[in-house]
């Protein structure tokens, strides 16, 4: 039985990997960083019914010492670096800690990796902020990078240490530059989440408007189900190597919240505000992937459309907000 080691087990994408890991017969390892609400962790694991099958350890990105202790007692196959402090609006304001977790962070547990065992397979979670101020229409692997934010900046570096220690030292490193995906799972200060929960609570007479930033930035959304997918086929190569994972097909905010709206008979017009507050000190204004390096080498392919995963978006906060009010 092959073991994975996952940094970020509690966050979205760390449960439907666990999800896929389990389906597929792996022991599955998490990092989770000390709290001091120690009940509260697991929830997304709860949600998807794979708390009871995982194992968790003490750890944290920033400690060189954990990473090290943990790969030499649990001794992965494979390590999915998914950690991170993963919100862009909030790299502004912790700037250097989004570098020391989300960039050196990822070396840390590089480094751990080269140390112990080598051999190791090693996913980086990439990200396609790092196109940032867009160099081409659409982005693949070729595109030349310009990061807009702390956490772009961050993630660039955590990029190419990934890149470097493949080239240095032939370790099996691959990258994957995912375009946003969301899920009911996603955290609740991301657009696409903060807008089917405003939805839900309009819908259920809980609140009467939605307060939004830049409604006229546009993203490529995807299924956290469907991107985990590629996560795995990644390490399943015989060679390491980068990869854009995306739909190709990108959406506005406005025409979002046409959709999260109309899903439950409501006009968005008459329920979103602007509000400056949750306009950014630089914007990433359109991205758009081209993932067919993806289908051609891994045979994979975005599975979820944008009005299917929004659906199931809305449906879910409608559940959790009845529970909540006892509706
Ligand atoms: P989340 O924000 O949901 O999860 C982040 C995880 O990192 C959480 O488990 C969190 O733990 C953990 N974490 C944060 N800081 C530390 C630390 N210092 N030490 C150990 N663990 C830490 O992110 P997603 O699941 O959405 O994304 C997974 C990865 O993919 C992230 O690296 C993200 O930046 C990247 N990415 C995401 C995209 C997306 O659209 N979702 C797109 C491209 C890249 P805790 O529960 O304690 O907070
Ligand atoms: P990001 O692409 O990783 O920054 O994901 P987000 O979901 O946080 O933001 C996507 C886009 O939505 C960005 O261009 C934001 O400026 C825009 N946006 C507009 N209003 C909001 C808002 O109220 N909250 C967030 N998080 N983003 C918003």
Redesign the pocket.
């Known amino acids: 039985m092959p073991t994975a080691l996952i940094?970020?087990?509690?966050?979205?994408?760390?449960a439907y990997l666990s999800q896929l890991l389990l389906s597929k017969g792996y022991r599955v390892v998490g990092?989770?960083?000390r709290?001091a609400s120690a009940d509260v962790?697991g929830a997304r694991l709860h949600w998807l019914n794979v708390a009871d099958r995982v194992e968790l350890v003490d750890?944290?990105?920033?400690d060189l010492s954990s990473l090290i202790r943990i790969m030499e007692t649990v001794k992965p196959d494979e390590v999915y670096?998914?950690?991170?402090?993963?919100?862009v609006a909030a790299s502004w304001q912790q700037p250097l800690l989004t570098g020391n977790?989300?960039g050196l962070?990822a070396a840390n547990v590089l480094e751990a990796a080269r140390i112990v065992n080598p051999a190791v397979r090693f996913y980086q979670?990439?990200?396609?902020?790092m196109f940032g101020l867009i160099q081409e229409k659409i982005q693949s692997e070729k595109t030349p990078f310009y990061p807009r934010s702390p956490?772009a900046v961050a993630?660039l570096y955590a990029h190419w240490m990934t890149v470097n220690y493949r080239e240095s030292f032939g370790m099996h490193a691959s990258s994957g530059i995912?375009?946003?995906?969301?899920s009911p799972l996603?955290?609740i200060e991301?657009v696409t989440r903060k807008v089917t929960d405003g939805v839900a609570r309009i819908k259920l007479g809980l609140a009467n408007e939605l307060a939004l930033g830049n409604l006229d930035a546009t993203r490529d959304w995807g299924h956290?189900r469907d991107y985990v997918e590629a996560m795995w086929l990644m390490l399943q190569q015989d060679k390491p190597d980068d990869y854009v994972v995306a739909t190709g097909r990108t959406t506005s905010i406005r025409d979002l919240c046409r959709i999260a709206f109309s899903h439950v008979g409501l006009d968005y017009e008459a329920h979103v505000r602007v509000d400056p507050a949750f306009f950014r000190p630089a914007e990433v204004e359109v991205l758009l992937g081209d993932a067919s390096k993806a289908k051609k080498a891994l045979g994979w392919e975005a599975k979820t459309s944008l009005e299917d995963m929004v659906s199931e978006m809305v449906d879910a906060d409608l559940v959790r907000h009845r529970a909540k009010a006892g509706l």
């Open positions: 940094t970020g087990i509690t966050g979205q994408d760390g990092l989770v960083r709290s962790i750890g944290n990105l920033t670096n998914l950690a991170a402090q993963s919100f977790v989300t962070g979670a990439s990200s396609s902020e956490y993630k995912l375009f946003n995906h969301e996603r955290g991301f956290a």
